[in-house]
């Protein structure tokens, strides 16, 4: 049975993909440590506040 079986065919190359994240749009662009950084503090400080503030 198993030599019946087709093997998957392959994914369609990258390219196109990479022609598109390429391109560089127009905006500002922000530091992915400032991304990642902001939540975490968010988070540190209501826990902060949960703790402390808590009756």
Known sequence: ???NKKSAPLPA?????MRF???ET???KIDPRI???????????S??????LAP
């Open 21 to 23: 994240f390429e391109d």
């Open 13 to 17: 190359s990258s390219g196109g993909l």
């Open 26 to 28: 127009k905006g500002f």
């Open 1 to 3: 049975m198993s030599s």
């Open 47 to 52: 826990w902060a506040i949960d703790i402390f």
């Open 35 to 45: 991304v990642v950084s902001i939540p975490i503090s968010l988070i540190v400080i």
